[in-house]
């Protein structure tokens, strides 16, 4: 092999390499499932109640926003019933090279977490947190795990200084029918 042959060779790979380290064709495939409209059944630290989820892009696709409610009926936590909402965005971190999404919730509880290449897999997307505006929770994890192209189930998760992770919140959600 020549000499410019095998520099040839090396530039190809070189840019090959390269190519797979950048940004992904396209970094929103692993949540593209998620855009539309959901309904489900939620358990967790508040009861038993029922969620709607909706999710969509926007400012020229470089954003996934989230909206969702729950609503909770008079039951032994709360005698009057009560609801809850909460947003979150999802964008592309050109410099983590990662989905980042940062959730905001009524009971002023936000936070950053950022997708886990190590912890998801292509139906289970792992993301932890990098941020968080409460005190009393030094870590938090929201996983959406894909069942099928019509439903998935949403685990919430935080863990105090120095304990484990325990699950707040679980939703099972499958796409609303138009």
């Known amino acids: 092999m020549t000499k410019l042959a095998r520099a040839l060779a090396c530039l190809i790979g070189t840019a090959a390499v390269v190519q797979a380290q950048g940004a992904p064709s396209d970094p929103w495939a692993p949540v593209r499932f998620l855009v539309g409209e959901w309904h489900g059944a939620i358990t967790g630290d508040q009861g038993t109640g029922t969620a709607t989820r909706r999710y969509r892009f926007i400012l020229s696709g470089q954003f ?3 909206r969702s409610m729950a609503s909770f009926p008079p039951q032994p936590l709360h005698p009057d019933g009560t609801v809850a909402s909460h947003a979150s965005f999802l964008a592309y971190d ?3 090279k990662a989905l980042v999404f940062r959730l905001l919730r009524q009971e002023a509880f936000s936070g950053t977490f950022v997708l886990s290449p190590t912890q998801s897999q292509p139906t289970k997307l792992v993301f932890e947190s990098v941020q968080l505006d409460s ?3 030094s870590k938090a994890r929201e996983t ?4 099928s192209p019509e ?4 685990t919430f998760e935080v863990a105090e200084a120095g304990k484990p992770f325990s699950v707040r919140s679980r939703i099972q959600f499958k796409r609303r029918q138009p």
Do not use: C, D, G, M
């Open 64 to 66: 996934l926003q989230e």
């Open 94 to 96: 050109t410099a983590r």
């Open 135 to 137: 005190a009393a929770t």
């Open 144 to 147: 959406f795990e894909q069942i």
């Open 151 to 154: 439903a998935y189930v949403e």
